[in-house]
């Protein structure tokens, strides 16, 4: 499988390549809020599963679903650890709860902003998690949804007001700032480049 810059791919990248950098990070901070079964919707090649199973005995199943049959075929081969399965799923299929069931923990990076259909994905994410349950999202800023993108793989990107609208079923939401590995509260008058929300339901 090639790295075309639209997925993540670790053995196919430098190791200090900053966006690997990056991505791993936003894995490494979810991982402390991981217990029980995981779902890793839109898990690219399943690097993830590597991270978040470190030293995570509380994890009792990790399930990651992609559109890419070549990304779960990669995944499957790669990442076959003995709690990981891994499904070639629409992440805008109403009906994944009633295939997958419910999950303590849900962990969506880079997904949103890659197509039209943010309400109904975030209620498929809704629906997908247990009472109380964690879902930990991302997402770049962008100057609105209204603007044009200039990422050739995002249909849109967020103002960070857009992007808590979108998220507003949920009970609470911490909002968390990256820029390179830092993943924190955002600080006053510094610039940060993607967002990080951790949502109770």
């Known amino acids: ?23 791993i990070a936003r894995y490494e901070f979810a991982r402390q809020f991981c217990k029980g079964r995981v779902l890793d919707i839109a898990c ?7 991270i978040l199973l470190e ?10 679903i992609d559109s890419s049959i070549e990304s779960i075929n990669y995944a499957k081969e790669h990442y076959p650890y003995l709690k990981t ?9 109403e009906n ?6 419910t999950f303590d923990t849900i ?17 498929n994410l ?12 991302s997402t770049p800023f962008g100057r609105g949804k209204d603007h044009p993108c200039s990422c050739p793989y995002h249909v849109y990107q967020y103002t960070e007001e857009e992007f808590v609208k979108v998220l507003k079923t949920f ?25 990080v929300a951790v949502c109770q339901k």
């Open 55 to 64: 030293e995570k005995p509380n994890i009792t199943e990790y399930i990651g």
């Open 44 to 50: 690219g090649v399943g690097y993830g599963s590597d």
């Open 85 to 93: 399965s891994y499904f070639v799923e629409d992440a805008l299929n």
């Open 1 to 23: 499988m090639n790295y075309t810059g639209e997925r993540v791919i670790p053995f196919e990248m430098n190791p200090k390549s900053g966006i690997l950098m990056e991505h």
């Open 96 to 101: 994944l709860h009633q295939k997958y069931g």
């Open 126 to 137: 809704y629906n997908l998690l247990k009472p109380d349950g964690t879902l930990i999202i």
């Open 171 to 195: 009970s609470n939401i911490t909002m968390y700032h990256q820029i390179d590995d830092v993943i924190e509260i955002p600080k006053p008058d510094f610039k940060y480049y993607l967002m």
């Open 107 to 123: 962990v969506s990076f880079e997904t949103i902003e890659h197509f039209e259909g943010d309400n109904i994905f975030i209620n």
